[in-house]
T-cell receptor, first 115, second 114 residues
């Protein structure tokens, strides 16, 4: 079975600074997808960024980028120019490419942004 | 319109009550999901509907009964719940169950069982 680990239960960053959230996963599959989801307090969960395992290029979405290290099974999220609205719970998630949309979520990292 | 709506936002029910949670999407998605989320924990998948048929039931107790009346609507019927069932119940949808499609989440129903 696949597992996802987020070793930082809580993190904080100064506004306008850069922060990196870590995620590692364990799988024996070669084809899969990885996601970062953001859940702000009392608001709905939204997709931040996703990465297909077969793509070597790291995904980027505006201020958000990932460092995908397939051999190390690592998938960290970098947030540049942090904004107050980035404060949220961030979940790393794994999904097999061979089956349906059953996510394996990590335990989450709560990010605080300090003004 | 990339919205998944859920009603009610909050629900308090006794252990002998029967209530229902409702989820709606108008994005033409053919897969819909129910998740349960306890405080400070990730969502846990409960049910998956694909093309209006129940595809996955993650060993959920029978006091939770899902229903998919049509492709836009998903209900979760609740009966004889326990206090430990208190949680945030999230609905989500995606274009299809297979393939790399984004799941869109609703805001959730916060359920308290007394």
């Amino acid at each position: 079975a696949q597992t996802v680990t987020q070793s930082q239960p809580e993190m904080s960053v100064q506004e306008a600074e850069t922060v990196t959230l870590s995620c590692t996963y364990d799988t024996s599959e070669s084809d899969y997808y990885l996601f970062w989801y953001k859940q702000p307090p009392s608001r709905q969960m939204i997709l931040v960024i996703r990465q297909e395992a077969y793509k070597q290029q790291n995904a980027t979405e505006n201020r958000f980028s990932v460092n995908f290290q397939k051999a190390a099974k690592s998938f960290s999220l970098k947030i540049s120019d942090s904004q107050l609205g980035d404060a949220a719970m961030y979940f790393c998630a794994y999904r097999s490419a061979n089956y349906g949309q059953n996510f394996v979520f990590g335990p989450g990292t709560r990010l605080s942004v300090l003004p | 319109d990339t919205e998944v709506t859920q009603t009610p936002k909050h629900l308090v029910m006794g252990m002998t009550n029967k209530k229902s949670l409702k989820c709606e999407q108008h994005m033409g998605h053919r897969a819909m999901y129910w998740y349960k989320q306890k405080a400070k924990k990730p969502p846990e998948l409960m049910f998956v509907y694909s093309y209006e048929k129940l595809s996955i039931n993650e060993s959920v107790p029978s006091r939770f009964s899902p229903e998919c009346p049509n492709s836009s609507l998903l209900n979760l019927h609740l009966h004889a719940l326990q206090p430990e069932d208190s949680a945030l119940y999230l609905c989500a949808s995606s274009q299809d169950y297979y393939g790399i499609y984004e799941q869109y989440f609703g805001p959730g129903t916060r359920l308290t069982v007394t």
